[in-house]
Nanobody
Framework: QVQLMESGGDLVQIGGSLRLSCVYS????????LGWYRQAPGKQRELVAN????????DYADSAKGRFTISRDKSQNSVSLQMNNLKPEDTAVYYC????????????WGQGTQVTVSS
């Protein structure tokens, strides 16, 4: 069973930066995507950034475009999310996600890391 462990969440002021990291315990067969999601209190979990491992294409939520950057380090079995110019609305629990498989896609999730942007 692949385990994902996020780190880097913190309390930060408006306009500040954070870098979230996610390490996965092993490389499952055929990783197709790595991503970051977030869930704010009372809201549904939403996609923040997604990285296609074959295409190398990164997609971002509109709210993240121009401020967040997703990247992968294959040698470290990790995926990171650099977040700049943070806003109060970025406050949420951030979750790492890994999708793998061929015809049957399996998703793995981390336990989440809290990001709080203070006003």
């Amino acid at each position: 069973q692949v385990q994902l462990m996020e780190s880097g969440g913190d309390l930060v002021q408006i306009g500040g930066s954070l870098r979230l990291s996610c390490v996965y315990s092993e490389t499952p067969f055929n990783i197709i995507a790595l991503g970051w999601y977030r869930q704010a209190p009372g809201k549904q979990r939403e996609l923040v950034a997604n990285l296609g491992t074959y295409s190398g294409r990164a997609d971002y939520a509109d709210s993240a475009k121009g401020r967040f950057t997703i990247s992968r380090d294959k040698s470290q079995n990790s995926v990171s999310l650099q977040m700049n110019n943070l806003k109060p609305e970025d406050t949420a629990v951030y979750y790492c996600n890994l999708k793998a498989g061929w015809s049957d896609i399996v998703e793995y999730w981390g336990q989440g890391t809290q990001v709080t942007v203070s006003s």
